[in-house]
């Protein structure tokens, strides 16, 4: 995909790629401008905005996927949000499309971790200090916990991934480094990924931001809010923060606590920044995770794969399980992580299909200015339909005059 070069029409002011390959499929893509003024921009770099029209060949013929998209959503995805009520605000033509069933499992599973590198306490005003983790402080069963209630966070998103991790880590720690995200982020692709168990709850959707910076794909975490509540839309209201507030002391008023774990997947090297809920000695030798289910369910909760991939992505030693019953605390369970990991079977089966796309998203962020990918489930009733990943961004290109013609480079 890089370096493609599409003849230009000046006076028309626009351009062709007759055959253009995204993700083992031939599209067969048109790319017109859509420019403030009447002659093409000459300086290196510029950025134009695209409108797009792609045909997948399926063997049998040819199927058209998207047309003439001015911006905004492909119809599917833009349809399925629009209904929910949700809007993600990409305004970028679609540029790829990502199928879960084509990242395929890795035979055996690499995952490596040098441990943290680094971390921060956010502060209700967006200040990042030093890290101090809440510390784990058990209370006998019995209390009752009063139901969460949704707070929007006082001092805003987190900076960028790579403003806030280069003000705290040292130059070194980016050597050879190809990726900077949240495992917020990992957690929403791995969804994806998981097509098999699309059991199509609808409300599940999400949006993660992309660009290349320094040689590395930055992945920023985006939370889609519901439009009636403010609340983001995959979070659900339990029991989770009261009791976490029971069980921690916690050395400063933070909003929250973050350690920045350096992984390889797969040969693939990743920052992973993790919020952490507490530690059960303030040297961080020993992170714990925090979560309640109901009592009534102890024996078939249904979270376990979930936590164990949260443990394992950020080094979490300890599982703190508060069982209650309409929120009274009945039992309080310690696991490590390989008693989680025992309760989660082929929980990490999906690593080496995750190390490929961000491969693949790391190239298609090469070639544009900005990404936004846009997932949401089929719905009800398409439970064969495949699950894919939407790519949208502009596309960046330099201008090339040559004898006769004239030329655009998409990077």
């Known amino acids: 995909m890089e370096g493609v070069v599409a003849e230009w029409d000046v006076e028309k002011r626009c351009g062709k790629i007759k055959q253009h390959r995204f993700d083992k499929k031939w599209f067969f893509v048109h790319y017109k401008a859509i420019m403030d003024g009447d002659t093409l921009n000459p300086d290196p770099g510029s950025i134009v905005t695209f409108s797009t029209k792609a045909v997948r060949n399926k063997g049998y013929g040819s199927q058209v996927q998207a047309s003439e998209v001015h911006g905004g959503f492909w119809s599917k995805s833009r349809g399925h949000l629009a209904k929910l009520g949700f809007d993600a605000g990409v305004q970028s033509p679609l540029v790829a499309q990502l199928i879960a069933r084509e990242f395929a499992d890795s035979a055996t599973v690499c995952l490596t971790r040098s441990g943290p590198v680094g971390g921060y306490s956010k502060l209700k005003d967006g200040t990042a200090v030093a890290l101090q983790l809440p510390i784990y402080t058990p209370k006998p069963p019995g209390y009752k916990l009063e139901k969460d209630e949704w707070e929007a966070s006082v001092s805003g998103p987190d900076a960028g991934i790579y403003e806030r991790l280069s003000q705290i880590l040292d130059p070194s720690e980016f050597q050879h480094v190809e990726c900077l995200t949240d495992r917020n982020n990992l957690m929403k692709l791995l969804t994806f990924l998981d097509y098999e168990r699309h059991i199509t709850d609808d409300r599940f959707v999400f949006k993660i931001d992309a660009h290349y910076k320094h040689g590395m794909l930055a992945l920023e ?166 699950a894919e990943l939407f790519v949208y961004g502009n596309l960046r290109w330099e201008f090339l005059p040559s004898s006769g013609s004239n030329y655009v480079r998409l990077f």
Request: hydrophobic share 35%.
């Open 221 to 386: 975490r985006v939370d889609l809010s519901d439009p009636q509540t403010g609340m983001p839309i995959n979070h659900v209201l339990s029991y989770g923060f009261a009791y976490e507030r029971e069980i921690t002391t916690p050395s400063l008023q933070a909003e929250k606590h973050v350690v920045i774990q350096k992984i390889g997947l797969q040969g693939l090297q990743l920052l992973v920044r993790c919020e952490v809920d507490a530690s059960a000695a303030p040297d961080m030798q020993e992170l714990m995770e925090i979560k309640t289910g109901n009592v009534n369910y102890r024996d078939a909760w249904y979270g376990w794969k979930k936590a164990a991939i949260q443990m394992h992505l950020g080094g979490s030693a300890k599982l703190v399980m508060g069982w209650h019953n309409k929120g009274e605390v009945r039992r309080e369970d310690v696991l490590s992580f390989e008693d989680v990991q025992s309760k989660a079977e082929n929980y990490d089966k999906k690593f080496g299909a995750l190390a490929n796309l961000l491969r693949r998203i790391r190239e298609i962020s090469k070639m544009c200015e900005a990404l936004e990918l846009i997932y949401s489930p089929p719905e009800r009733g398409e439970l064969g339909s495949e």
